[in-house]
């Protein structure tokens, strides 16, 4: 059995590890195009920022490591440049030595990753400008950062560099490598501007959590041009560069990186006659077949199934890729190990907030059609509110309204965010309700959570929905409601709500007379907390009530920009 | 409808409010003994050492509140003193004006909460020995503690407690509250000595785990006294104190702070004639219904079933009781609400580290006489060891060895401990196996885990172990196997186990010749994983191997003491 895998990065090196566990005696040939295997990409933005000092630090497992623990011929600059399935042979090119030979497999694994998107706008080959994906890539950017501050002529550089002003930079796509990249670069004393062509940062969020995100960001000093493509690239008479909009702004630049997206590497696939999916990537089974059986497709490079939505998807995170290498090893090895599919987990953290997701979000669902679904905002504690230090969490839960299914949370904050997502994406995975969310039994000391857990408030809130006991609306569809604020004098005298009755709730019960019978009353408090109890007043006593969720706090979500 | 609640913390609190949100009719009478309803008791040891400065940041809710928000009448200073389940009314005493007057319930629910063991040791009520149960035990402690700073005669004060030398407390019993309380205690200045009758610390988790909690404290100063019985206390010359234990020993201390742990409030259920379990708690249903099918009872003073063993356990935690008075007022007001028992999870943080616990541990499956599981030590990096900071976790994970089923899990360490036990905590909820746990998708960027999070280890290395692929030993259990050390020279000369033979295991493949074929060999390296890997190609070059779960990190545990 000779196995030969492609591309040496999370799913690749974790196949081959795997498949080397599982049988001592298969001939393993893995091929990697650039320098280095089995290295820490997601560690690009750090190590460019300094956070980690070494390059060495990102060099996870090392080609010699392959050979000497796995015994696995492990070859770096080596690329495959045909593929024939007919004669099972791959075509290797050996990028030292410039030699082309011929390998036969048994079985092919391809993880040849994703490309960063580089649209063929004009000027994009400009020097300045940078992809973020492999461990050159970070050395370039980091030499080109640094090349400016080697001297103090106070000239620019020959490559438009400037040696003794604030550097500037423009970062173009707002998702999870270019925020990181954003604050990375604020860190080496850059001022950076984001770009990017959809009205909000990390599409993973719903825009209103983006929203959040977004005022953090500026609040540490990144701009942010949202809702603009960029057209092209231009360098000025100085040398430095700018980087042109569709809406005709052009933004000054000293260094551009480029993190619009990815797009999977499907150029083997597609020589090799391949089915490609509707989402671009190579199209697998539950086994990671593609659709010629004796090759297997992982990682970035693959549409996968959505575990919540049932949908293809491209998902370009490392967890995926290594369990997708994984389980292509032990189907080579002969057992019947099956991906489950992705739920999409996801963290970051930017300037001391963390914002994680996991699941489907609202704007997914609504792209897909679906009705059948409902969604509350909380603002619990990090930790109880009596400890010092407790941090307030913004909690997104969607859930299914016909039999209260989890679907999907989001969640930011400067504490105890990525634990709860964790929790949730743990309780999605094994298909739990808001119901279950309930019971859930989680840590609690002061210091650590409290009696009743955000992840508790994200099964009680919503339980409460669905058993009718507290009917929801939402600030953005009042459906000319009657509106009435349960909040004390002071809260309002900061901020309140046009319109609204104020009847603060110890008074509720006295002053149900000034309510009308006639016309449906939305409940408006800080949190939604004594709306709730509000509505229960109102509800038993023959009102038709609705809690608007998340209170004031989801309503500040919403109003900003 | 008419329903009185006896307790207004935790359980009793939480029934009360949701009772009212459900039922805005009912009659609901609430009476507290003491003097505060619905206050933080986890926060007491906090506020003690200082942390949580305030003595009313502990007062979450007060009487006024129920008054004016839930329309409840709430009585502190009031106590049950006769229950007479046949008339269906209780015998209330308003301690303030000593009034004795009789009310009638339809329904009664009993959060009666559970009360410090106070041994009948001779000397135990010496002044300067006290518990930690209520917001006035706290405050007594804080001013018997600030007694002797107040000014500087350099003599003892009338109560025994030094002026201007290093204050001694002994701590007696080494639970959660006992080292929440030694924490705190040191915190204040103070010497501390843990009087602990066990043989280890934190009954909740196994020896082996406990002993690197003893480390810890320790380290921080913390005197251990294990495995000894306190016999009585005195009062010396001075009018300090010394606490005498069975071992003949006298610990000196100016204060004493008894958390040996607590025994339900059955009084009143007795008095009533309720029926009361093998633990000594009130036995409840489901439903939390007592024997008497109009009495309810949650919190502390009740067992409920363990959800992992099935036995009947008195836990005493907030979460928990939250949830049966949830569930009780869901139960009166006609719902079919049911608690679906507990699973002790659970959380502490000791001079910066954090130890947490879900589930069933060891000790409780054999004493329970289980064979069905089995148990890996593991020790993950809280997050991607290439990004600055990662710390390790050691964790301890037990699973069903016929089903793969999650039964517990013990962690400890610096950062991102609880983080994990959460997750395993909804795992067990959800009837997870350790399968399950590896195709976890969870978040991950390098400083918040690792593409592989420890949650994932927690399933893949117990998989290996049930697929067959890494037979596993224990340094408990060493059976007379051929040791087989796979690491590298330089760390065996840091630490190296006698009579192992020494192959590094790059060297494996070519060396087997040097290996028994007729013992089984049993494979050691720092954490496994290498040894993984050796097991591997042992066993498939027919060898008989066992991987020694956890390594030389899991020797040291066993090592300690």
Request: proline residues 5%.
């Amino acid at each position: 059995m000779k196995v030969i895998i492609v591309g040496g990065v999370a799913g690749g090196a974790s196949c081959a590890a795997r498949l080397r566990r599982l049988d001592e005696k298969a001939e393993i040939l893995m091929v990697e195009r650039g320098p280095y295997v089995s290295y820490a990409n997601c560690g690009l933005p750090y190590h460019i920022g300094g956070v980690i000092e070494k390059e060495s630090s990102l060099l996870v497992s090392t080609e010699q490591t392959f050979r000497a623990v796995f015994a696995i011929d492990c070859r770096t600059r080596c690329e495959v440049v045909g593929i024939s399935p007919k004669k099972k042979t791959v075509e290797l090119k050996n990028h030292v030595t410039g030699a082309v030979t011929t390998e036969k497999y048994d079985r092919l694994v391809l993880s040849p990753g994703a490309a960063p998107i580089r649209p063929p706008l004009p000027g994009i080959d400009l020097p300045g400008i940078f992809s973020v994906r492999t461990v050159p890539d970070a050395r370039e950017i980091r030499e080109w950062i640094e090349r400016g501050s080697s001297d103090s002529t106070g000239e620019h550089t020959s490559s438009g560099f400037p040696l003794d002003k604030t550097k500037r930079a423009v970062v173009v796509g707002g998702g999870y490598i270019g925020l990181e990249m954003a604050e990375n670069l604020v860190h080496r004393g850059l001022e950076v501007t984001v770009v990017e062509m959809l009205d909000q940062v990390m599409a993973p969020l719903d825009p209103e959590c983006a929203r959040l995100v977004e005022r953090h960001l500026e609040k540490h000093g990144v701009r942010l041009a949202l809702n603009d493509g960029v057209s092209g690239f231009k360098q000025t008479a100085d040398g430095s560069l700018e980087v042109l909009t569709k809406s005709g702004k052009a933004h000054p630049a000293d260094i551009v990186i480029l993190a619009i997206g990815v797009r999977p590497e499907t150029g083997l696939a597609k020589m090799a006659g391949l089915e490609i999916g509707q989402r671009g990537g190579i199209r697998v089974d539950e086994q990671m077949r593609t659709s010629d059986p004796d090759i297997f497709a992982v990682g970035d490079a693959v549409e996968v199934k959505d575990f919540v939505t049932g949908e293809w998807s491209l998902i370009a995170l490392a967890g995926p890729a290594n369990r997708q290498g994984r389980i292509v090893a032990d189907v080579i090895a002969g057992r019947s190990s099956r991906f489950r599919g992705t739920q999409g987990t996801s963290v970051i953290g930017i300037f001391g907030a963390t914002i994680a997701a996991t699941g489907a979000n609202e704007k997914l669902l609504t792209r897909l059609g679906q009705k059948d679904f409902e969604k509350v905002y909380l603002f619990p504690n990090s930790h109880a509110g009596y400890y010092p230090g407790a941090k307030t969490i913004v909690l997104k839960v969607i859930f299914r309204k016909s039999d209260g299914r989890l679907l999907g949370a989001q969640a930011l904050g400067l504490d105890g965010v990525e634990k709860r997502i964790d929790a949730l994406a743990m309780a999605i995975q094994m298909g739990a309700t808001v119901y279950d969310l309930e019971e859930a039994e989680l840590c609690y000391a002061p210091p650590f959570g409290s009696a009743k857990d955000p992840v508790n408030f994200a099964g009680m809130v919503p339980a409460d929905v669905l058993r009718g006991d507290m009917p929801l609306c939402h600030w953005t569809s009042l459906d000319g409601g009657f509106l009435l604020d349960v909040r004390n004098p002071p809260e309002l005298a900061v901020e309140s709500v046009p319109g609204a009755l104020n009847i603060p709730l110890p008074e509720l019960r006295a002053r149900l007379g000034e309510l009308p019978r006639d016309r449906e009353i939305l409940v408006i408090c800080r949190s939604a907390q004594r709306a709730y109890y509000a509505t229960r007043i109102l509800l038993q006593n023959g009102f038709k009530a609705r809690n608007i969720s998340g209170g004031m706090l989801s309503r500040s979500m919403l109003a900003a920009k």
